[in-house]
């Protein structure tokens, strides 16, 4: 009896300690929220004030004139659909809505230079960027030149591409076999400098890659070639 008597207290005490520390993250919102409150009041006081500072201003005729005719331009902006709709964000929106802070938001960013194979190009070759300098999330693989995201969003890609002389040289983004960028180094009689940027979405799982599209044969990449990428926000 003694031991049961025990165990309904110590369930008892574990349930009170479980409910204060609710309450306080519940009153750690409430706080927030009711900050956020004062602020939009402050604003207000200020739109009241500056509203009352323009109802004193004597009417001249022609802005009366405009006023019953519905054409006064303070009056205009305050019955605009949109100043309402900017009005009704800046109300509902505050701080302790938005979800996305600095330590929830996934940390992916990668750098890669010097591909491996950079001779005796073939069509439709994945290069492989051996040499990794950044590589936060450890989304990226330098054995394969794949990068696979955990997180789907919207990721920034950049290829920078430099060829050998006198060579034409056409590479591609990909993301899980669809082509996404297109890159062409032109003959020059120095070496050639190709790449560009892409804004895309890639689903977690998802394999982004570099390959060749086309390649003159004897043409080379230089190990200054580069390719990186980020996570710009998730979805």
Same mark, same amino acid.
């Given at each position: 009896?003694? !031991?049961? @008597?025990?165990?309904?207290?110590?369930?008892? &005490?574990?349930?009170?300690?479980?409910?204060?520390?609710?309450? /306080?993250?519940? !009153?750690?919102?409430?706080?927030?929220? +009711?900050?956020?409150?004062?602020?939009?009041?402050?604003?207000?006081?200020?739109?009241? @004030?500056?509203?009352?500072? /323009?109802?004193?201003?004597?009417?001249?005729?022609?802005?009366?004139? *405009?006023?019953?005719?519905?054409? *006064?331009?303070?009056?205009? *902006?305050?019955?605009?659909?949109?100043?309402?709709? #900017?009005?009704?964000?800046?109300?509902?929106?505050?701080?302790?809505?938005?979800?996305?802070?600095? %330590?929830?938001?996934?940390?992916?960013?990668?750098?890669?230079?010097? &591909?491996?194979?950079?001779?005796?190009?073939?069509? =439709?070759?994945?290069? !492989?960027?051996?040499?990794?300098?950044?590589? @936060?999330?450890?989304?990226?693989? =330098?054995?394969?030149?794949?990068? +696979?995201?955990?997180?789907? %969003?919207?990721?920034?890609?950049? &290829?920078?591409?430099?060829? #050998?002389? %006198?060579?034409?040289?056409?590479?591609?983004?990909?993301?899980?076999?669809?082509?996404?960028?297109?890159?062409?180094?032109?003959? $020059?009689?120095?070496? #050639? !400098?190709? %790449?560009?940027?892409? &804004?895309? =979405?890639?689903?977690?799982? *998802?394999?982004?890659?570099?390959?060749?599209?086309?390649?003159? $044969?004897?043409? $080379?990449?230089?190990?200054?070639?580069?390719?990186?990428?980020?996570?710009?926000?998730?979805?």
């Amino acid at each position: 009896m003694v !031991n049961i @008597k025990s165990t309904i207290l110590l369930c008892c &005490v574990s349930l009170v300690a479980l409910g204060i520390s609710a309450n /306080e993250e519940k !009153n750690e919102a409430f706080a927030e929220d +009711i900050l956020a409150l004062r602020q939009e009041l402050n604003t207000l006081k200020q739109e009241i @004030k500056l509203l009352k500072q /323009e109802v004193a201003k004597p009417l001249n005729p022609n802005r009366k004139q *405009d006023i019953l005719n519905g054409k *006064d331009q303070a009056l205009m *902006d305050l019955n605009n659909p949109q100043q309402e709709k #900017s009005r009704q964000e800046r109300l509902l929106v505050h701080p302790t809505m938005n979800t996305a802070t600095s %330590g929830n938001v996934p940390k992916i960013a990668f750098y890669a230079n010097k &591909v491996t194979d950079h001779t005796n190009l073939g069509v =439709h070759q994945i290069l !492989n960027f051996g040499n990794t300098i950044t590589n @936060k999330g450890n989304c990226y693989h =330098h054995t394969t030149g794949n990068f +696979i995201p955990y997180v789907s %969003g919207v990721y920034v890609f950049y &290829v920078h591409m430099i060829s #050998s002389p %006198g060579r034409v040289l056409y590479t591609e983004l990909m993301v899980e076999g669809a082509v996404m960028g297109t890159h062409l180094n032109a003959q $020059s009689t120095y070496s #050639s !400098n190709g %790449g560009g940027m892409a &804004v895309v =979405h890639v689903n977690a799982g *998802d394999t982004v890659y570099v390959r060749v599209r086309s390649a003159e $044969s004897g043409t $080379s990449i230089g190990w200054e070639s580069s390719f990186s990428g980020f996570l710009l926000y998730p979805e």
